[in-house]
T-cell receptor, first 114, second 111 residues
Framework: ETGVTQTPRHLVMGMTNKKSLKCEQH?????MYWYKQSAKKPLELMFV???????ENNSVPSRFSPECPNSSHLFLHLHTLQPEDSALYLC?????????????FGSGTRLTVV | GENVEQHPSTLSVQEGDSAVIKCTYS??????FPWYKQELGKRPQLIID???NVGEKKDQRIAVTLNKTAKHFSLHITETQPEDSAVYFC??????????WGAGTKLIIKP
């Protein structure tokens, strides 16, 4: 499969659960991102990984924990979430440097915290 | 740091008419300005972009203009069609290639 793939597409979890979101990019890009999309904040940057090193953490609560084992894979580990964390979580990738042409997004994971 | 403002937040136009969405940015060093379209329930997708060495770019019914002096850029859609209904986001790239996003414009095409 080409592009950026996210799994699962939908996730319902209780506030005491632990779950993980997965993102895989097949574009050979060197940077990956997690975004939160909600009605209040349309595109809210959470984390940035460049060459597998985290370079941005936008004051995200510790109940969200990212992991980037290699340049093609990105995870978002979730634990003890709150109802206000319900949102669409988008993964994206890009090629930093001369070949920069913006981001390619995955289809997102629709998360509902009950 | 960079700040991007986008207007209007909602735009309703008659099918066949033109639509214009405007964005302003604050960092004069920004040099890359993409526009993304997000249809309901789908991912944001790049529809057109422009770099700071160009003033205008067209792709069929879509065009983007850039005014570096005034630090604003605009998306123009001509002969609008129902499939143009979506949320449109502008962005500006800072020196670290990080995109700073506008708040989005919901475009409604009335039949």
């Amino acid at each position: 499969e080409t592009g950026v793939t996210q799994t699962p597409r939908h996730l319902v979890m209780g506030m005491t659960n632990k779950k993980s979101l997965k993102c895989e990019q097949h574009l050979g890009h060197n940077a990956m991102y997690w975004y939160k999309q909600s009605a209040k904040k349309p595109l809210e940057l959470m984390f940035v990984y460049s060459l597998e090193e985290r370079v941005e953490n936008n004051s995200v609560p510790s109940r969200f924990s990212p992991e980037c084992p290699n340049s093609s894979h990105l995870f978002l580990h979730l634990h003890t979430l709150q109802p206000e964390d319900s949102a669409l979580y988008l993964c994206a990738s890009s090629q930093l440097g001369q070949g920069f042409y913006g981001y390619t997004f995955g289809s997102g994971t629709r998360l509902t915290v009950v | 740091g960079e700040n991007v403002e986008q207007h209007p937040s909602t735009l309703s136009v008659q099918e066949g008419d033109s639509a214009v969405i405007k964005c302003t940015y604050s960092d004069s060093a920004s040099n890359y300005f993409p526009w993304y379209k997000q249809e309901l329930g789908k991912r944001p997708q790049l529809i057109i972009d422009i770099r700071s060495n160009v003033g205008e770019k067209k792709d069929q019914r879509i065009a983007v203009t850039l005014n570096k002096t005034a630090k604003h850029f605009s998306l123009h859609i001509t002969e609008t069609q129902p499939e143009d209904s979506a949320v449109y986001f502008c962005a500006a790239s800072d020196s670290n290639y990080q995109l700073i996003w506008g708040a989005g414009t919901k475009l409604i095409i009335k039949p």
